[in-house]
């Protein structure tokens, strides 16, 4: 069935460091896929989107490509800050006009100054 | 820009208790999903409404119903409830065709279930 996997965290890093978040799916179709982010208390945020293979979602410096050939999606952001620690969770949905999200298991970021 | 609001923010309640949570999308958007998110874990989609009609269902307890009305507002009904139902629940909207089925999240609704 359709599932989403991503690196186990939590991931700490200092403050400028270079960000990767893995992210793979198994899909049937063509999904889209997405990144959103949950900061501590809050809702889910959409942080960036790709819609088919070789798109780049890009956003608050954080970028993600969408890799047909290996079925991946990977959150990269060249130098974190303080305010990036949240909760990234990948996500991916078949990209009909109702079909429901379905979520990787989420990643807890944490920076230090 | 006007979001999904979602009522009410915390909610308390004894076991074999009811609950109802709303959920008033984004104007113009004709689809809502619910999702429950216990802790530490990811959202779970539970059931989603297109032009009030259910379009898609997923991991929701028969304990549990919903509906969408006609001004596009959704209620979640939950009876019976069990210490496991604590949890955060989200509702999302999209409109229509919305591109590429983005879902614009509410800030949740956390049940304490005691």
């Known amino acids: 069935g359709d599932s989403v996997t991503q690196m186990e965290g939590p991931v700490t890093l200092s403050e400028e460091a270079f960000l990767t978040i893995n992210c793979t799916y198994t899909?049937?179709?063509?999904?889209?896929l997405f990144w959103y982010v949950q900061y501590p208390g809050e809702g889910l945020q959409l942080l960036l989107k790709?819609?088919?293979?070789?798109d780049k979602g890009s956003n608050k410096g954080f970028e993600a490509t969408y890799r047909k050939e290996t079925t991946s999606f990977h959150l990269e952001k060249g130098s974190v800050q303080v305010s990036d620690s949240a909760v990234y969770f990948c996500?991916?949905?078949?990209?009909?006009?109702?079909?429901?999200?379905?979520f990787g298991q989420g990643t807890i970021l944490t920076v230090h100054p | 820009a006007a979001g999904v609001i979602q009522s009410p923010r915390h909610l308390i309640k004894e076991k074999r208790e009811t609950a109802t949570l709303k959920c008033y999308p984004i104007?113009?958007?004709?689809?809502v999903y619910w999702y429950q998110q216990g802790p530490g874990q990811d959202p779970q989609f539970l059931i989603s409404?297109?032009?009030?009609?259910?379009?898609d269902k997923g991991s929701i307890p028969d304990r549990f119903s919903a509906q969408q009305f006609s001004d596009y507002h959704s209620e979640l009904n939950m009876s019976s409830l069990e210490l496991g139902d604590s949890a955060l629940y989200f509702c999302?909207?999209?409109?229509?065709?919305?591109?590429?089925?983005?879902?614009?999240f509410g800030p949740g609704t956390r049940l304490t279930v005691l």
């Open positions: 999302a909207s999209s409109p229509t065709g919305g591109q590429y089925n983005e879902q614009f």
């Open positions: 409404f297109y032009e009030k009609m259910q379009s």
């Open positions: 790709a819609t088919k293979a070789d």
């Open positions: 996500a991916h949905t078949r990209g009909t006009s109702y079909g429901k999200l379905t």
């Open positions: 104007p113009r958007h004709d689809t």
């Open positions: 899909a049937t179709g063509y999904p889209s």
